[in-house]
């Protein structure tokens, strides 16, 4: 291109290739030191025609509406996270329940296991397995009623080892007069005696243990 006195030449490529180095995405005031760039930089004799200036800033105007919805974005999401936290202490003081089977156990240290039966059982199998899924223990109930029950696990194994701090879980076998198999759901409860707000979980504190706020099912006011 032949140079004009008096109007100075700038490399479009370095100042691109620059700022791409510096950050590899461009927010909209990136995109306005480009726009302003290009404009300094044409040709007098050849300036940018009306529909390409009005679709560069269309670009801009575009951007800056994603950008404003983004940030509007954190806001929302900010102020969810401390609704969500100030609801979560308001459990404090309160029983929940959390469904499931697995628990973490630490030694020398007993377990409440958890469990509702669909009809009245005269016969009651809880069976114990570690993180492996190997049976570490058995315990048999007689006659338990319709409704929700528990079980007191010692923590030892079938040959009375204590059984070391880990993951265990436990299935429950319901039979009725008739013998037939009886529905069972099995799931965890207590007190919860304070709230830790994690990184990316919030969690209760129920029987000394984290149960994370998403797995709770109930919430009940102790009378």
């Given at each position: 291109m032949?140079?004009?006195?008096?109007?100075?030449?700038?490399d479009?490529?370095?100042?691109?290739?620059?700022?791409?180095?510096?950050?590899?995405?461009?927010?909209?005031?990136?995109?306005?030191?480009?726009?302003?760039?290009?404009?300094?930089?044409?040709?007098?004799?050849?300036?940018?025609?009306?529909?390409?200036?009005?679709?560069q800033?269309?670009?801009?105007?575009?951007?800056?509406?994603m950008?404003?919805?983004?940030?509007?974005?954190?806001i929302?999401?900010?102020?969810?996270?401390?609704?969500?936290?100030?609801?979560?202490?308001?459990?404090?003081g309160k029983?929940v329940?959390?469904?499931?089977?697995?628990?973490?156990?630490?030694a020398?240290?007993?377990?409440?296991?958890?469990?509702?039966?669909?009809?009245?059982?005269?016969?009651?199998?809880?069976?114990?397995?570690?993180?492996?899924?190997?049976?570490?223990?058995?315990?048999?109930?007689?006659?338990?009623?319709?409704?929700?029950?528990?079980?007191?696990?010692?923590?030892?194994?079938?040959?009375g080892?204590?059984?070391?701090?880990?993951?265990?879980?436990?299935t429950?076998?319901?039979?009725?007069?008739?013998?037939?198999?009886?529905a069972?759901?099995?799931?965890?409860?207590?007190?919860?005696?304070?709230?830790?707000?994690?990184?990316?979980?919030?969690?209760?504190?129920?029987?000394g243990?984290?149960?994370?706020?998403?797995a709770?099912k109930?919430?009940?006011?102790?009378?």
């Amino acid at each position: 291109m032949e140079m004009i006195p008096g109007v100075t030449s700038i490399d479009n490529s370095k100042t691109v290739t620059k700022m791409a180095d510096e950050d590899s995405s461009l927010g909209k005031d990136d995109f306005l030191k480009l726009l302003i760039a290009q404009l300094s930089a044409q040709d007098p004799l050849d300036p940018m025609g009306a529909q390409d200036f009005s679709a560069q800033l269309a670009q801009f105007s575009g951007l800056e509406q994603m950008t404003n919805v983004n940030a509007n974005l954190e806001i929302i999401q900010k102020l969810e996270t401390a609704s969500q936290n100030t609801s979560s202490l308001n459990l404090i003081g309160k029983t929940v329940e959390s469904y499931g089977n697995a628990f973490n156990h630490s030694a020398n240290s007993s377990e409440t296991l958890s469990y509702s039966l669909a009809s009245d059982a005269v016969s009651v199998r809880i069976d114990m397995f570690d993180s492996t899924g190997s049976q570490v223990d058995m315990i048999r109930i007689d006659n338990q009623g319709q409704g929700k029950n528990t079980a007191s696990w010692d923590g030892f194994d079938k040959q009375g080892n204590p059984l070391p701090t880990g993951t265990y879980s436990y299935t429950v076998k319901a039979d009725n007069q008739a013998g037939g198999t009886i529905a069972v759901d099995t799931f965890s409860s207590g007190l919860v005696s304070d709230v830790v707000f994690g990184k990316d979980e919030t969690y209760a504190i129920v029987n000394g243990k984290e149960l994370p706020i998403s797995a709770i099912k109930r919430v009940s006011i102790n009378q």
